[in-house]
């Protein structure tokens, strides 16, 4: 299998379940990033992760919470939710931060 | 502080017309810019980037851009629309120091064709 890739495609969950997203990458990139993307408002960069380091927390709050134990995995856990976390949560990598990002194709999150 | 704003979040055209999205950004320093497509139901793709070589950027499904300094410009165009150009499209800049860099995106523009 080629290109980044996300699961699950979709996911409803309660506020107070825990669950993870998961994001695969098979390009040999260095960096790997999540984004969320919400109806009406610009893609919000949460994590970069550069050679498993966390480079980048741009202020997510801390019921979302991410792991990355190489540099082909990436993770996201989840606890505590609230509905307005509800959005399409994206997946990206590159070989350098001012290489061309390769997206997976999301999880569709449904706070319930 | 550098940004990107994309001007009309929706643009409709017919099928063969010019296709024109616009993008501004600002910026300190030389940036580098992109346009990203995203079809229903999927990630983020690339269409082209500009990266301070020649400034008028060619990409794929025939989209091209130009960067205007002067301007602080990097429209998207494309000189006649399909009916699979239908898509939302996003602008982002590069921002940050050496090695810590990151994109930040417009708002989107959606744009739909018409029969």
């Known amino acids: 299998e080629t290109g980044v890739t996300q699961t699950p495609r979709h996911l409803v969950m309660g506020m107070t379940n825990k669950k993870s997203l998961k994001c695969e990458q098979h390009?040999?990139?260095?960096?790997m990033y999540w984004y969320k993307q919400s109806a009406k408002k610009p893609l919000e960069l949460m994590f970069v992760y550069n050679f498993k380091e966390q480079t980048e927390n741009n202020s997510v709050p801390s019921r979302f919470s991410p792991e990355c134990p190489n540099s082909s995995h990436l993770f996201l856990h989840l606890h505590t939710l609230q509905p307005e976390d509800s959005a399409l949560y994206l997946c990206a990598s590159s070989q350098d931060f001012l290489d061309t990002q390769y997206f997976g194709p999301g999880t569709r999150l449904t706070v319930l | 502080a550098q940004s990107v704003t994309q001007l009309g979040s929706h643009v409709s055209v017919s099928e063969g017309a010019l296709v024109l999205l616009r993008c501004n950004y600002s910026?300190?320093?030389?940036?580098?810019l992109f346009w990203y497509v995203q079809y229903p139901n999927q990630g983020l793709q690339l269409l082209l980037k500009?990266?301070?070589?020649?400034?008028l950027v060619k990409g794929i499904n025939g989209f091209e851009a130009e960067f205007k300094k002067s301007e602080t410009s990097f429209h998207l165009t494309k000189p006649s629309a399909h009916m699979s150009d239908a898509a939302e499209y996003f602008c982002?800049?590069?921002?940050?120091?050496?090695?810590?860099?990151?994109?930040?995106f417009g708002q989107g523009t959606r744009l739909t064709i018409n029969p």
């Open positions: 910026s300190s320093v030389p940036p580098y």
């Open positions: 982002a800049v590069s921002v940050g120091p050496q090695g810590a860099q990151k994109l930040v």
């Open positions: 500009y990266t301070s070589a020649a400034t």
């Open positions: 390009l040999g990139h260095n960096a």
